[in-house]
């Protein structure tokens, strides 16, 4: 009996001491989720979460900076073990198992969410930032742009597959701007690693980032977003669209005059002598009998080139033309644009240009709206720092005339979908604050927006776990000319922002209503309000 004993104890001790060196033998073959990778930036001075998947029962062991972690997955073969604090540092490795992940650091991590003013990327500010941001590299800063997603019946358990990328001349043309300018000026003010994970998508309104649950007191947008739990009807619905869009844009092509001659209007060669004369920027060619004209226009301008320009490349400026374009240079197509918000910038190849007289041909598309160049805009030929104006008198014509584009359901902008698809994946990671960069698409209903933003502001809180997450919030830009009606609701939405920094804690207004362009819902500056979120992260450090 006391021999056998001592082989059990001695058996039990051996374990114990397998498990305290994390030798399990063969290694229970484990499951990260996407964010749990190499080079991401873990949050300093927190306790924090790792976390997988498993079969269950299985075991598994962290290893850290000299130390080691066990737990057992549950009968779900979910996972999850807490590192405690640690300072600002690295890189270092962490092994799962047998899983190695390297360029570990340990600093800041900041979830930045809204919409298109938090997403525009550094490719569309280099106007205004070339000569500061083009061979500027970091590798103390790391970020991620998590996926597209949305869900109406399920909170997904993890993202899609996506990298932490470092900030180098390679990456940073797809970084979020905004998100740039901050973590490039916070780690060169602190010293310490940053890393940004940003989960926004253009045009969405609040509603979309909070959950059901947080929306009880919203019980129209809950209902909103039940009608889409039926995938049939979703279905349904996007398949009767593609097929309303797909008619729409197959009437406009055969009935565009401009495409069917027998030489095209977009042809160097074209005779355009009967086309009206027209000022680019005056209202005559977009407007009949009080209303828009919706379809195809046609825009011609001849130009004149220098010798010691033929054979080289230009670049070509158009501004921003809404809603869309295709432009042709002698003839030959050189860039299109879908929609209406992003600059027009196209690279003449080196053997279209010639000495003397050029054409220039755009093939303007108008969807619902009142067509138009956007003034105050760079309309410009561009070569070897000197410029062509484009300005002023083009010749136009009609090449067909449409009813308005047929509407298609954005179902991302549904209430809920985005929490659950681009939110709730992330509840184990932790933050130490939130930048919050939205509020565009809300402005026709501002009078709700301090509402729906609180109760975002104390969703996440719950969900992430930390009743006194920072939230700094990046006040609307300025927009649209003075004489605007439209400028109320701005201001209005602009005081719902202010309104709930001063009713919720650990809340914070970014001032940014100074910066902005009247003519661009995506203003250039995006430096200003970064440096003044900063300031704000450090002062609330003290």
């Known amino acids: 009996m006391k021999t056998h004993f001592i082989l059990v104890l001695g058996r039990l001790l051996l374990g114990l001491t397998l498990l305290a060196s994390c030798d399990f033998g063969a290694f229970a073959k484990v499951v990260l989720p996407v964010l749990v990778s190499d080079g991401m930036v873990l949050q300093r001075n927190a306790p924090l979460t790792i976390w997988g998947t498993a079969?269950?029962?299985e075991k598994v062991c962290v290893k850290f900076q000299k130390k080691q972690y066990k737990v057992t997955a549950d009968e779900n073969g979910k996972w999850t073990v807490t590192l405690p604090a640690m300072k600002a540092g690295g890189p270092y490795s962490m092994t799962i198992n047998d899983i190695v992940l390297n360029d570990i650091l340990v600093g800041d991590v900041f979830l930045c969410s809204g919409q298109s003013n938090m997403e525009l990327p550094v490719n569309r500010v280099m106007d205004k930032y070339a000569d500061e941001i083009e061979g500027y590299e970091n590798t103390s800063v790391r970020y991620v742009k998590v996926p597209y997603s949305y869900d109406f019946s399920q909170q997904k358990e993890d993202i899609r597959p996506v990298t932490w990328r470092p900030m180098t001349t390679e990456n940073v043309k797809d970084f979020s701007a905004i998100c740039y300018f901050f973590s490039r000026l916070l780690e060169e003010k602190t010293n310490v690693p940053v890393g940004i994970i940003n989960a926004s998508w253009g045009g969405t309104p609040v509603e979309a980032w909070v959950s059901e649950k947080g929306l009880q007191n919203f019980p129209e947008y809950v209902h909103q977003k039940a009608l889409y739990e039926d995938t049939e009807l979703v279905s349904r619905i996007t398949e009767t669209e593609r097929l309303h869009q797909q008619a729409w844009n197959k009437v406009l092509y055969k009935s565009d005059a401009g495409l069917h001659g027998v030489t095209p209007w977009y042809a160097e060669d074209y005779d355009d002598s009967d086309w009206e004369k027209v000022d680019m920027f005056s209202d005559n060619w977009a407007i009949r009998n009080g209303r828009p004209l919706n379809g195809v226009h046609w825009f011609r301008k001849d130009f004149f080139v220098p010798e010691d320009w033929s054979g080289k490349e230009a670049v070509l400026r158009l501004g921003c033309i809404v809603d869309a374009d295709s432009v042709f240079v002698n003839g030959h197509f050189v860039g299109t644009v879908s929609y209406q918000y992003p600059p027009r910038i196209y690279k003449v190849p080196s053997k279209l240009l010639k000495k003397g007289k050029n054409q220039l041909t755009v093939r303007l598309f108008s969807y619902g709206g009142r067509p138009s160049f956007v003034k105050e805009k760079p309309y410009k030929l561009i070569c070897d720092g000197k410029e062509v104006n484009l300005e002023g008198g083009w010749k136009h014509k009609i090449g067909t005339v449409m009813p308005p584009s047929p509407s298609s359901t954005a179902f991302h902008y549904t209430p809920v979908g985005l929490y659950n698809g681009m939110i709730y994946p992330l509840r184990h990671y932790t933050f130490k604050g939130v930048v919050w960069y939205q509020g565009e698409s809300n402005v026709g209903?501002?009078?709700?927006?301090?509402?729906?933003?609180?109760?975002?502001?104390?969703?996440?809180?719950?969900?992430?776990?930390?009743?006194t997450l920072p939230f700094y919030i990046i006040e609307l830009a300025d927009f649209l000319a003075p004489d605007n009606p439209g400028r109320a609701a701005w201001a209005e939405l602009r005081k719902q922002q202010a309104?709930?920094?001063?009713?919720?804690t650990h809340v914070t207004l970014i001032k940014n209503s100074d910066t902005g362009e009247w003519n661009d819902i995506h203003p250039l500056d995006k430096k200003t309000a970064a440096t003044r979120l900063v300031e704000a992260v450090i002062q609330n450090e003290k």
């Open 55 to 57: 079969d269950p029962a």
């Open 445 to 467: 209903r501002w009078s709700e927006y301090s509402s729906l933003l609180g109760a975002l502001i104390a969703d996440w809180r719950t969900l992430f776990k930390d009743e």
């Open 499 to 504: 309104k709930t920094a001063r009713e919720n």
